[in-house]
């Protein structure tokens, strides 16, 4: 059963636009959450994290929002680059901190 | 330069045959993983170890084995009760028992013919 999902496969967004991609989760006890970045044949990146005592955590062009309520985050691009172009995982950790739990993956096109 | 190592790249088995995909990190990272990736799906859990000599299954341990002899080094065996091996491998290590981030190496794309 899949405690956390990325419902949108694909996105495609003008370079300079906001990319935003979303993810839900089911567990109400996870309470760190990350953002990774895929490119094909290569293993993930970190791209950004918040801890769940937080709404918001920024980094430069990427920003992170969580709704605990909703158990929904979301990250945005902003400004969208080409480069960005790429498979984005959300994951959450269980609270035995031990484990984290993946989402699908949303693929993000940039186009020029 | 500190990273993980997996190798090879690309490994390609016939059907019937173990296989042993290597995963080396320079990191001095306490755990290490092994995930699975599939079309259409998200990173699933195979093995994790916390320390040496030490490790437990995660959510699709049927058909693999590991063992953590060295900090340095987990290896990920996918023996032949695997019924679909064809999968592109990650592994992935971070600093302490209660990660907030992993570290994933390049992965491995195995096919079974």
């Known amino acids: 059963d899949q405690q956390v999902k990325q419902n949108s496969p694909s996105l495609s967004v003008q370079e300079g636009r906001i990319s935003i991609l979303n993810c839900d989760y089911t567990n109400s006890m996870f309470d760190y959450f990350l953002w990774y970045k895929k490119y094909p044949a290569e293993g993930p990146t970190f791209l950004i994290s918040?801890?769940?005592?937080?709404d918001k955590n920024e980094d430069g062009r990427f920003t992170v929002f969580l709704n605990k309520s909703a158990k929904h985050l979301s990250l945005h691009i902003v400004p969208s680059q080409p480069g960005d172009s790429a498979v984005y995982f959300c994951?959450?950790?269980?609270?035995?901190?031990?484990?984290?739990?993946f989402g699908t993956g949303t693929s993000l096109t940039v186009i020029p | 330069d500190g990273g993980i190592t997996q190798s090879p790249k690309y490994l390609f088995r016939k059907e019937g045959q173990n296989v042993t995909l290597s995963c080396e990190q320079n990191?001095?990272?306490?755990?290490m993983y092994w995930y699975r990736q599939d079309p259409g799906q998200g990173l699933r859990l195979i093995y994790y170890?916390?320390?040496?000599?030490?490790?437990q299954k995660g959510d699709i341990a049927e058909g693999y084995s590991v063992s953590r002899e060295k900090k340095e080094s987990f290896p990920l065996t996918v023996t032949s009760a695997q019924k679909n091996p064809t999968a592109f491998y990650l592994c992935?290590?971070?600093?302490?028992?209660?990660?907030?981030?992993?570290?994933f190496g390049q992965g491995t794309r195995l096919t079974v013919v």
């Open positions: 994951a959450a950790r269980g609270n035995t901190g031990n484990q984290f739990y």
């Open positions: 170890s916390q320390i040496v000599n030490d490790f």
């Open positions: 990191l001095n990272h306490d755990a």
């Open positions: 918040i801890s769940s005592i937080k």
């Open positions: 992935a290590s971070s600093r302490g028992h209660v990660w907030t981030e992993a570290f």
